[in-house]
């Protein structure tokens, strides 16, 4: 494997000269957790040992290389099984784009199965996909689709190995595999309601070709202190180590903290942060899914929406309150910020994986209603502290705009804006 990546970061240094005629990008999700770096990395590999072609396969982590710190479970495992991390590949690394307008991208999608819509200008690249996600993408002759809805995509990824190619499993490899599909099975545990017959079968393989690997619950134990390790980060660092984005009528971030609601809620300046996380990444609202355990180890999941828009925050914690598919028993609790709702989530078991269809639907929903590009964001509460003074009146105008305050703008309606701009000069 260490092979493997240093041939691939070398190729990326000298596509400058294009000294690669085509690039097969393997490439994970935005939120780069273990399971998607674990598929990205073992997938490219699988396909660099069983594709005989001038087209070089390279693993991508859908993440810029400053954020990998963020994810100090998937660094504990790199250093478990002596991987580098500078030998990675990182979304800021290679230009997906300008290889895709040269005519030289294939992609191949794990841990996803539609790109997000920043990169929908690539779709026409995608030419695989394994995933373990409900499907969201439409059928296409030129796109191989696997989707199983198991605990964990690396499941999927290892039962391809070892039906086409089992050489290529060396206790390396089975060590990241094996890793991600126990982490992502919640140590294969039924009560936490991910672990499925396939994905216990595979791990079951996995022991018996490996018998060296380190027992299930080592290995939980060891990623999962890892995961929840969050000293010394701040808010945005905390916003970013575990976040999808959804985008449709308005941009939706779902961040997976873990600390206990009340905590995080108590952190200082905590609204003022969030407004400026919305408007450095361009977010409409914010999800934040929080877990953390009993004694019992039983996972304990809450739910806060985040907007300043009144009318955001509550056509979306009302959807929330009436999803069915499924129920995420959401009960009201008590919120000491007046932009947040907050919520105790009674059906511990719907992860973010089983939230993120139903913010899709709302949205597109929601677009289906007429509302476009942060429509609702009309209906923003403004602070005391941040209403603009009155302006002068003189003998030419009665009033001014500005006596009720700037109108507030989405990165939505900017984006719009500029394209217009645009296609008027292209005119």
Same mark, same amino acid.
């Given at each position: 494997?260490?092979?493997?990546?240093?041939?691939?970061?070398?190729?990326?240094?000298?596509?400058?000269?294009?000294?690669?005629?085509?690039?097969?990008?393997?490439?994970?999700?935005?939120?780069?957790?273990?399971?998607?770096?674990?598929?990205?990395?073992?997938?490219?590999?699988?396909?660099?040992?069983?594709?005989?072609?001038?087209?070089?396969?390279?693993?991508?982590?859908?993440?810029?290389?400053?954020?990998?710190?963020?994810?100090?479970?998937?660094?504990?495992?790199?250093?478990?099984?002596?991987?580098?991390?500078?030998?990675?590949?990182?979304?800021?690394?290679?230009?997906?784009?300008?290889?895709?307008?040269?005519?030289?991208?294939?992609?191949?999608?794990?841990?996803?199965?539609?790109?997000?819509?920043?990169?929908?200008?690539?779709?026409?690249?995608?030419?695989?996909?394994?995933?373990?996600?409900?499907?969201?993408?439409?059928?296409?002759?030129?796109?191989?689709?696997?989707?199983?809805?198991?605990?964990?995509?690396?499941?999927?990824?290892?039962?391809?190995?070892?039906?086409?190619?089992?050489?290529?499993?060396?206790?390396?490899?089975?060590?990241?595999?094996?890793?991600?599909?126990?982490?992502?099975?919640?140590?294969?545990?039924?009560?936490?309601?991910?672990?499925?017959?396939?994905?216990?079968?595979?791990?079951?393989?996995?022991?018996?070709?490996?018998?060296? $690997? @380190? &027992?299930?619950?080592?290995? *939980?134990?060891?990623?999962? #202190?890892?995961?929840?390790?969050?000293? +010394?980060?701040?808010?945005?660092?905390?916003?970013?180590?575990?976040?999808?984005?959804?985008?449709?009528?308005?941009?939706?971030?779902?961040?997976?903290?873990?600390?206990?609601?009340?905590?995080?809620?108590?952190?200082?300046?905590?609204?003022?942060?969030?407004?400026?996380?919305?408007?450095?990444?361009?977010?409409?609202?914010?999800?934040?899914?929080?877990?953390?355990?009993?004694?019992?180890?039983?996972?304990?999941?809450?739910?806060?929406?985040?907007?300043?828009?009144?009318?955001?925050?509550?056509?979306?914690?009302?959807?929330?309150?009436?999803?069915?598919?499924?129920?995420?028993?959401?009960?009201?609790?008590?919120?000491?910020?007046?932009?947040?709702?907050?919520?105790?989530?009674?059906?511990?078991?719907?992860?973010?994986?089983? $939230? @993120? &269809?139903?913010?899709?639907? *709302?949205?597109?929903?929601? #677009?289906?209603?007429?509302?476009?590009? +942060?429509?609702?964001?009309?209906?923003?509460?403004?602070?005391?502290?941040?209403?603009?003074?009155?302006?002068?009146?003189?003998?030419?105008?009665?009033?001014?705009?500005?006596?009720?305050?700037?109108?507030?703008?989405?990165?939505?309606?900017?984006?719009?804006?500029?394209?217009?701009?645009?296609?008027?000069?292209?005119?």
């Amino acid at each position: 494997m260490e092979d493997f990546l240093w041939s691939c970061s070398v190729a990326v240094k000298e596509n400058l000269d294009q000294a690669v005629s085509e690039f097969h990008v393997v490439l994970g999700n935005e939120a780069c957790d273990v399971d998607s770096m674990v598929c990205a990395l073992t997938y490219a590999y699988f396909l660099s040992k069983t594709t005989c072609s001038e087209t070089l396969v390279v693993p991508m982590l859908n993440i810029r290389q400053a954020e990998l710190p963020l994810r100090s479970d998937s660094v504990h495992l790199l250093r478990q099984v002596a991987l580098d991390p500078e030998l990675l590949l990182f979304r800021d690394q290679l230009d997906l784009r300008g290889l895709h307008r040269d005519g030289r991208l294939r992609l191949t999608l794990v841990d996803h199965n539609v790109l997000p819509r920043p990169d929908g200008d690539l779709e026409g690249a995608v030419v695989e996909v394994i995933d373990h996600h409900l499907l969201e993408r439409e059928s296409s002759p030129s796109c191989l689709v696997t989707v199983e809805v198991v605990g964990s995509c690396a499941s999927l990824v290892t039962e391809r190995i070892i039906e086409k190619a089992p050489e290529v499993l060396d206790q390396q490899v089975a060590q990241l595999l094996y890793a991600a599909v126990v982490l992502d099975c919640v140590n294969m545990a039924p009560s936490a309601g991910k672990v499925t017959p396939k994905d216990e079968r595979i791990a079951a393989a996995l022991e018996s070709r490996f018998p060296s $690997l @380190l &027992p299930r619950e080592d290995v *939980f134990k060891m990623l999962n #202190e890892a995961k929840f390790n969050v000293s +010394g980060l701040n808010t945005e660092q905390m916003l970013l180590k575990d976040m999808k984005a959804v985008s449709g009528s308005l941009n939706v971030a779902i961040s997976v903290l873990y600390v206990p609601l009340e905590d995080f809620l108590q952190r200082a300046g905590l609204e003022a942060e969030l407004s400026g996380f919305c408007m450095k990444f361009g977010f409409d609202l914010l999800l934040l899914m929080t877990i953390s355990f009993r004694e019992s180890k039983e996972p304990i999941r809450e739910l806060a929406v985040f907007s300043h828009s009144a009318a955001c925050r509550q056509q979306v914690s009302h959807y929330l309150e009436q999803a069915r598919d499924p129920a995420l028993n959401l009960s009201p609790i008590s919120s000491p910020r007046p932009h947040i709702t907050a919520y105790q989530q009674g059906n511990s078991i719907a992860s973010r994986k089983k $939230l @993120l &269809p139903i913010v899709t639907n *709302f949205l597109k929903e929601r #677009e289906g209603d007429g509302c476009q590009g +942060g429509g609702c964001l009309g209906d923003v509460e403004e602070d005391e502290e941040s209403c603009f003074p009155p302006t002068p009146m003189n003998s030419l105008a009665e009033g001014c705009p500005l006596d009720n305050g700037l109108p507030h703008i989405s990165a939505l309606d900017l984006e719009e804006k500029f394209s217009k701009m645009a296609d008027r000069r292209g005119n």
